[in-house]
Structure formats: structure tokens, C-alpha cells
């Protein structure tokens, strides 16, 4: 999708970039050229600087293909840390937000997204996503309830387009840096928005880097809400993306149990810890193994280390995700899939191994729908199972 924002995105009218003085760039569609501000003092329409510099035009692919993603033909040396590849790939998500976030893009975007997936027969997503505000190119802007009713009827128009789609969700996510007051109110905000749109949003999650962001259990107060105010409102955490065995921040695992996530987004460090793996594998809490993405931002160089091999190894509920296979030059699933196969299954990994991955990321699903239905009539639960379009995925699990 990176590819597709620069070679389609870019060359649209009105688009205006920015050239900031830590070798990152802005973009923004605007009917006049944008007033400057603190990280941007210029700003030039891209396409006059196109027309302009004829050099530029064949080396601008490159350069903003190297701004929106990590991709590079040294690896080792330019990411020599996780402090380093982890700047470099939040740069590349603000980067992007002033793409993706114009209104008529995020639709375009959304639906290659789901494009994408499906060439891939990914048949149903669960998208985590902060809502970010969308705005128009005369500065209009919308709100969160705008982007969840966009969501919805890019899905239905896809799945129109692709009968054999299931449909897609959004785990509403926030920033670990944010304060814990902030927090609170992204909650209190998920819950009436999941009750505004039930069949949209599937539950709530914390993401950014776990070393560097606010632990679980600073945010308690917070993520305590839903109970107290008697609502459920599903957690899908992020957990465990850590090295750093026996700190603060590897004990998200356990609390992230303790706040009883639907899945555990990565679970790294879950191998280091008996009780949290014994409680996640009696819940039947899946991890979300996301090899490419581990291996980019350095937890792990060789796979065949990775601690999911443990896992593996003694039949621990596992999914394959991508995270953000845009960043790192891949698509759809297979890419990950094949590394967990080759690189994380061993020698012994088999077709058998395939299908147990494919068939935990559905009984995932599965179980994450009736722990969702159930907060409606046990009569409802029942009527739904009967459709056809319920029927169709059991018969395919």
C-alpha cells in the first residue's frame, strides 16, 4: 500500500508536502498552500515540484518510498538499535497520517486495503485503528463517528463486490504515551461508540512501544472503566513486544491476562513467563505472532530463536497477524505465515502446522463473536448462528 500512496496518492491535486528538519516529510491536501507551522515551514504543492525538477521526479519515488517505510539495503547498519528502527517507523506513520487521513484517500485506502487482503484470501479483518480525524481539502473536519460510518460502508460496498467476504472490525486503539486522564476518556469515548456500532467495533487496545510508553497497570484506573461502570468493552492487547525480561514492562503479559484480553498482540516475552503462559492457554487466549514485524524492529534476528518456537512446541493458541506489513514491504498474510512455517515451525513444521494456524486464527474469531453476541438474548445468539452467512463460516472452519 506504501507503493500505491506515492505512485497514486501523491500525484492527486492539491497535494502539498513538507520537508521537516529531521529528514521526514508532511503532506497535506489543501485548496491554498497551508499556513506554516512548528515541525513544517514550507510547504510546496508536489506537484509543481514535480514540474520543476525533472531530477527530482525520478529520485522521488525513492525518497518518499524510504519516508513511509524501513526499507533500505542495509539493515544492520542503519537500524543498529531498537531505539533507532523504532524512530524511524513512528516517523513513517506521521508521515503518512496526512495521506491517509484526507477523506476521499482514507476510503480509497481502506478499500485497497481490504483488496489486498482478500487477493491474499484473507476473508475477514479486525483492524486496529486510532481514528485519527479526517479532513477535507477546505480544512473541514470530522470526527470519529464520521470514520466509523466510512469504515462501514467501505465494508459493505467490498463485501458487495466480493460476496465471499466476510466483513471487517475495528479494535479501537490509543497511544501508550498518552496520560492516564486521556486514556479514561478514549475509553469512556470506545464504549459509547461500540454501543453506537455494534457490528463495527470489537473492542479497545493500547499500542506503540511497550519500552518507552506507559505500562498496564499505570494505566489501571482507566482500564478498570468498563467494570466499574458494568459494560463490557473487549480488551485486545498489545503485550509482551519486549525484550527486556523481568522489567516493568514485561509484566504487561500478566496484566494484560488480569484485564482478561480476548488475544495477546505479539506476546514476545509470554515463553518467560510459566503462570501467564498456564492462564492464557487454560483461557484459550490466543497470541498474535507477528515474525516479520519481531525481526524488523530487532527483538529477534533469527527466527528458529524465536520464543513462539516454545509455544509452538507444546500446542499454545497462536495467530498469525501482519502488523504493519506496508512499513515492511509486504502484503497480505502469506509473507508471514511462510517465516512462521520456515523459520519459527522447524524442521518438523508440516501442512499440519499450516492448518492449525489457519484453523486458531478462525476458532479466535469464533470465540471472540459469542463472547460478543452474548451480551445480547441467548435466543439472538441462536437465531444468528442459524443464517446462512454464520453457517457458511462454521462450514469452512
Not at 275 to 288: G, P, Q, Y
Amino acid at each position: 500500500i506504501a507503493e500505491w500512496l506515492v505512485k497514486n496518492v501523491t500525484y492527486r491535486p492539491h497535494c502539498y508536502i513538507c520537508f521537516t528538519w529531521d529528514n521526514s516529510v508532511r503532506f497535506l491536501f489543501s485548496d491554498r498552500q497551508p499556513f506554516p507551522r512548528w515541525d513544517c515551514f514550507y510547504w510546496q504543492l508536489l506537484q509543481t515540484l514535480r514540474n520543476e525538477a525533472r531530477v527530482f521526479v525520478f529520485g522521488c519515488f525513492f525518497s518518499l518510498m524510504q519516508r513511509l517505510t524501513l526499507f533500505t539495503e542495509d539493515p544492520d547498519g542503519e537500524y543498529p538499535s531498537q531505539d533507532v528502527v523504532w524512530e524511524k517507523f513512528e516517523k513513517a506513520f506521521i508521515a503518512a497520517a496526512g495521506l491517509i487521513t484526507h477523506a476521499p484517500v482514507l476510503r480509497d485506502y481502506y478499500y485497497k486495503g481490504l483488496d489486498e487482503l482478500h487477493h491474499d484470501n484473507v476473508l475477514y479483518l479486525e483492524l486496529r485503528s486510532g481514528l485519527s480525524r479526517t479532513y477535507e481539502l477546505d480544512g473541514t473536519i470530522h470526527d470519529k463517528v464520521w470514520a466509523l460510518k466510512t469504515f462501514q460502508e467501505v465494508t459493505k460496498k467490498f463485501t458487495g463486490d466480493h460476496p465471499d467476504f466476510l466483513g471487517a472490525r475495528i479494535i479501537i486503539s490509543v497511544h501508550r504515551a498518552l496520560t492516564v486522564s486521556e486514556v479514561k476518556a478514549a475509553i469512556k469515548e470506545a464504549i459509547q461508540l461500540q454501543k453506537d456500532f455494534p457490528d463495527v467495533v470489537a473492542g479497545f487496545d493500547m499500542v506503540g512501544r511497550e519500552d518507552s510508553g506507559g505500562t498496564l497497570w499505570f494505566f489501571r484506573e482507566a482500564l478498570s472503566l468498563p467494570a466499574e461502570l458494568g459494560v463490557t468493552l473487549p480488551y485486545f492487547f498489545h503485550a509482551g513486544e519486549t525484550d527486556d525480561d523481568g522489567s516493568n514492562v514485561d509484566q504487561n503479559i500478566l496484566d494484560a491476562l488480569l484485564f482478561n484480553t480476548t488475544r495477546i498482540g505479539h506476546g514476545f516475552a509470554l515463553a518467560h513467563h510459566p503462570l501467564a503462559k498456564e492462564l492464557s492457554r487454560k483461557r484459550n487466549v490466543a497470541v498474535e505472532l507477528c515474525p516479520i514485524s519481531n525481526q524488523v524492529l530487532k527483538l529477534v534476528s533469527d527466527l528458529r530463536n524465536h520464543p513462539a518456537a516454545v509455544l509452538m512446541s507444546e500446542g499454545h493458541p497462536m495467530v498469525i497477524s501482519s502488523d504493519d506489513p506496508s512499513l515492511f514491504g509486504t502484503t497480505g498474510l502469506s509473507y508471514d505465515f511462510y517465516q512462521a512455517f520456515v523459520g519459527i515451525g522447524g524442521l518438523k513444521a508440516n501442512l499440519g502446522t499450516l492448518k492449525e494456524l489457519a484453523v486458531n486464527s478462525i476458532r479466535s474469531e469464533l470465540i471472540n463473536f459469542i463472547s460478543f453476541m452474548s451480551m445480547f438474548s441467548c435466543s439472538v445468539l441462536t437465531e444468528t448462528l442459524n443464517t446462512p452467512h454464520i453457517t457458511l463460516r462454521i462450514h469452512f472452519y
